[in-house]
């Protein structure tokens, strides 16, 4: 900075000139804010697969159903998308370093009777563990709960026409670590352990 003779700066001055700065900077930081939106949370996909493998595991034993569940599944990834302005420059354009997650298990030929009493237990623990109801569906037996610290979600349904008993647990979208595969992703797979109850626990 030049300054002409007599020309001091001062407190009012220099201040004014920080001030300034801070403008500058912040609308820089608002203006990518904007663009890009909120950033998304890192994920660890093997911790968020063991998380949704042991919500699937007691959910198929407080169910206790009569039949058996598809003998294996395994954990997928699902699309996530752009936040903020940038979501307009690239819609229905997934991001490749941001996944969602879900497991699902299902068992067919459930009576209606017997689905509904599984419902109510996996409702009942959902609720002790503090779960919160989001959705409902009382023509087609189902609801939803979600995790008020992971935004984890548990679906849980049962379809007439085949008596197919349905629950899926999901994981929002998270950042993956850099090289994740999840074609090639041994954590992702899961089995279902066939577990009875007499009072709406889990036996090992």
């Known amino acids: 900075m030049i300054f002409v003779r007599g020309d001091r700066p001062t407190s009012a001055r220099v201040t004014l000139w920080f001030l300034c700065g801070l403008l500058v900077v912040g609308a820089g930081i608002a203006g990518e804010r904007l663009w890009n939106g909120p950033p998304y949370p890192a994920a660890d996909p093997d911790r968020v697969a063991a998380r949704l493998k042991a919500q699937a595991q007691w959910a198929y034993a407080e169910a206790a159903l009569p039949g058996e569940a598809e003998p294996y599944s395994r954990v997928e990834t699902g699309t996530c998308y752009n936040?903020?302005?940038?979501?307009?420059?690239?819609?229905?354009?997934?991001?490749?370093?941001?996944?969602?997650?879900?497991?699902?298990?299902?068992?067919?030929?459930?009576?209606?009777?017997?689905?509904?009493?599984?419902?109510?237990?996996?409702?009942?623990?959902?609720?002790?563990?503090g779960w919160k109801l989001t959705s409902e569906d009382?023509?087609?037996?189902?609801?939803?709960?979600?995790?008020?610290?992971?935004?984890?979600?548990?679906?849980?349904?049962?379809?007439?026409?085949?008596?197919?008993?349905?629950?899926?647990?999901?994981?929002?979208?998270?950042?993956?670590?850099?090289?994740?595969?999840?074609?090639?992703?041994?954590?992702?797979d899961w089995a279902p352990r066939k577990q009875r109850t007499g009072t709406g626990g889990a036996s090992e």
Do not use: M, N
């Not at 996996?122 to 609720?127: A, D, F, I, K, S």
């Open 83 to 129: 936040r903020g302005l940038r979501s307009f420059a690239h819609i229905d354009r997934g991001r490749r370093d941001v996944r969602s997650f879900e497991l699902s298990w299902r068992v067919t030929g459930v009576a209606e009777g017997t689905a509904r009493a599984a419902q109510e237990r996996t409702r009942r623990r959902l609720e002790r563990e």
């Open 138 to 188: 009382l023509s087609d037996p189902g609801f939803r709960f979600e995790h008020p610290g992971t935004g984890d979600k548990v679906d849980v349904g049962w379809y007439e026409p085949t008596g197919t008993y349905v629950l899926s647990t999901y994981a929002p979208c998270g950042r993956l670590p850099d090289g994740f595969d999840p074609y090639h992703w041994p954590a992702a």
